[in-house]
């Protein structure tokens, strides 16, 4: 294979990751902060949206999961990560022998999401028989649980209460990084062996059965890769907001990771990252009018959900109208090509995932 | 420890319970559909009765039955709008339809009313105990029991002797058979959801009367526990679902009373733990349905 049949192989993580770059480039050189942050948070998006894909885009399974393993890496490690100083004023209460521990930024995010990759693996297994309704309520089970403990395990996360004082290792440029090698990570994930055997199970399980497939350990180690990815997401994140609480990882992050997977195409890596893209800039406009509102008084009691309800609609519609998100299951390429030349995988909207119309 | 007053208690909880059941499964059995969003009509329930009672000069009866015809029109108004267009379409996007159904009706009530809790005006008869054999009873507890007795029996006629009632438990049977025999789809699933608001407007009353305020955010604690009891009792059998409803009640109540207290706080993380090991182990829960037992594949 010479040099150039090797970069079209790879055509779309390199259409994507140029994509990410320019906007990148485009967001140092304004040199805005706000905007800085706005777009390093949506890399960080990307990152968890990109784990969420690998799970749910090659297997067919929604996972409500994924924010609890977020939730992992992010408080794992901060905790290694901190100064001994740090530690003692955010968290009195914390177990002795976890003051001391003081590591650089990488190993500790290494440690975080593996940390969230083995909690996936151990209790991940067995769910990985259920489909449906029972995997659904499982993994949301999985979240209660974990959120359950993070609130109430005050020895380790400081409770309810905010956990402060974590040094801020991420900047715009940290974020690209770690977006770039998960684009490649997850597209690769996508196009392995284990990642097709995993489509084939979601298209049609019993096929797929037939040729000696696998399912539950395809899913499995989509499971564990997509906690892996979850989990640096969630220690990128973590080391940039510096201060946060449990409850950053529960229902409300879970549905805007949702979203914007769904809006932008669950079945496709450029859909996640598409998604993201596009619910990010949504969400800053609906947000500044938000603000605007509230700082014009129009309310007595405070403008607020405006975004979400905005969010919520265009979810639905989404789901009523283009089922299969903005991109559905194709991925970006450069050159464009026509609609025409569709790709060769079936759409998978319908009648491929399990369970898709027994019912009507 | 266990005396009059607990075994009342429990009772009450598990009538409330079992309502609550009673709402998401009577959906499940039809659609596959995990509502996530009749948690949502709980917390408007709620807030009917923050309004009438606080800014009308109604009675509270017809406030309470006002509160249980919106969170029932709210619930076919949402079938209506978000869940009928996805139906056909796969489960995975009735789920997140319902997911998305759920946060608009959190949010909007956060931008209507106000992010804050608000006390809800309750009636005399909410606060008021009455001495039997010794123990001082809540009234809402009795009133809770007696609801529950009431909409059970009413629940079993309508499914029992009822045209729609058969239609109803034949669809949760075999729903795609039903058809074929010339039952309306639409008919049998807007039904299902309007009991599923009347059984959400009724435990919204009894929550409310518990707590006596309302927040956005009161749908998320019903919801969990429709979900334990629910997949306690086994999704499909609506009998499962009371009994899934009594059956947590006892577990929380004596957990309550046994485990140590630095242990109570997870309270909520054993009592999940439990719904996975159910759903492994048993799916077609503690107590199967005949159903379930008959049912090929």
């Known amino acids: 294979m010479n040099l150039i049949d090797r970069i079209k192989t790879f055509n779309t993580p390199l259409t994507l990751v140029a994509g990410i770059l320019l906007v990148a480039i485009l967001t140092e050189l ?59 004023l955010a968290n009195s209460n914390l177990y002795p022998f976890l003051i001391p521990i003081h590591l650089p930024f990488l190993p500790s995010l290494l440690i975080g999401a593996l940390v969230a990759a083995f909690i996936a693996a151990v209790v991940g297994f067995p ?32 409770g309810p209460r905010t956990l402060f004082g974590v040094d801020n290792y991420t900047n715009l440029w940290t974020a690209v990084a770690f977006c770039v090698i998960t684009i490649f990570a997850v597209y690769l994930f996508k196009e392995s062996r284990v990642g097709l055997r995993l489509r084939a199970t979601r298209d049609d399980a019993y096929a797929a059965a037939s040729i000696g497939i696998n399912m539950v350990v395809m899913r499995w180690l989509a499971f564990v890769a997509s906690a892996f990815v979850a989990g640096v997401g969630g220690a990128l994140w973590a080391h940039f907001i510096t201060s946060f609480t449990p409850y950053s990882f529960y229902l409300n992050e879970t549905f805007v990771i949702l979203a914007m997977l769904v809006i932008g195409g669950p079945y496709s890596v450029s859909g996640a990252v598409v998604g993201t893209l596009v619910v990010t800039t949504a969400r800053e406009v609906l947000r500044a009018i938000e603000n605007q509102v509230n700082i014009l008084q129009i309310f007595p009691e405070g403008f607020f959900g405006f975004t979400e309800i905005v969010l919520a609609i265009v979810l639905i519609a989404i789901l009523i109208y283009r089922p299969t998100g ?33 019912n009507v | 420890m266990i005396n009059l007053e607990f075994i009342i208690n429990t009772l009450s909880l598990g009538s409330l319970y079992a309502m609550l059941a009673l709402g998401l499964v009577i959906i499940y059995g039809i659609l596959r559909l995990v509502n996530f969003a009749y948690g949502e009509l709980i917390m408007i329930g709620g807030y009917t009765l923050y309004l009438l009672a606080g800014f009308s000069a109604l009675p509270w009866l017809i406030v309470a039955v ?42 909007a009530a956060l931008l209507i009313i106000s992010p804050r809790a608000r006390a809800v005006n309750l009636p005399q008869i909410f606060q008021t105990s009455v001495m ?43 729903f795609r058979m039903t058809r074929m025999l010339g039952v309306p789809a639409n008919t049998v699933i807007s039904t299902a959801f309007a009991i599923s608001g009347i059984m959400a407007g009724i435990v919204s009353i009894f929550w409310i009367a518990r707590s006596s305020t309302v927040t956005p955010t009161l749908g998320a604690p019903p919801l969990l526990v429709a979900f334990v009891a629910t997949v306690i009792g086994g999704m499909r059998s609506l009998t499962g679902a009371v009994v899934g409803g009594f059956v947590y009640a006892i577990i929380i109540s004596l957990l309550g009373i046994f485990l140590p207290p630095d242990l109570l706080e997870f309270r909520e993380a054993f009592m999940f733990a439990f719904v996975i090991i159910v759903l492994l182990f048993r799916p077609q829960g503690l107590i199967s349905s005949k159903t379930a037992v008959e049912r090929v594949g």
Not at chain 1, 48 to 67: C, D, E, K, P, T
Not at chain 1, 132 to 158: C, Y
Not at chain 2, 69 to 98: D, G, H, N, Q, Y
Request: hydrophobic residues 55%; proline residues 4%; aromatic residues 6%.
């Open chain 1, 127 to 158: 769910l990985m028989r259920l489909s449906d309704a029972a995997a659904v309520i499982t993994t949301f089970a999985l979240l209660v649980i974990v959120n359950v403990v993070m609130v109430h395990w005050d020895r380790v996360t400081n």
């Open chain 1, 326 to 358: 903005i991109l559905g299951s194709q991925e970006i390429r450069w050159p464009p090509r026509l609609r025409k030349a569709r790709s060769a995988e079936p759409n998978p909207s319908i009648d491929h995932i399990p369970g898709g119309k027994q």
């Open chain 2, 132 to 174: 039997i054999a010794g123990t001082s009873v809540p009234w809402r507890n009795i009133l809770t029991i007696a609801t529950c007795i009431i909409m059970l029996t009413l629940l079993t006629l309508l499914l029992r002797r009822t045209v729609l009632g058969i239609a109803l438990r034949a669809a949760a049977d075999n």
């Open chain 1, 30 to 88: 304004l040199g805005i902060p706000l905007l800085t942050r706005i777009v390093t948070v949506m890399f960080v998006s990307t990152i968890l949206v990109l784990g969420l894909q690998l799970y749910m885009g090659n297997s067919g399974i929604l996972s409500f999961a994924h924010i609890g393993f977020m939730g992992i890496g992010a408080y794992t490690s901060v905790l290694l990560s901190m100064t001994p100083t740090a530690k003692e």
């Open chain 2, 66 to 107: 006002l509160a249980v015809v919106i969170a029932m029109f709210t619930s076919l108004l949402t079938e209506l709008v978000a869940f009928r267009p996805v139906r056909e379409k796969s489960l995975t996007a009735m789920l997140i339809t319902s997911f998305a159904v759920s946060a608009l009706l959190q949010n």
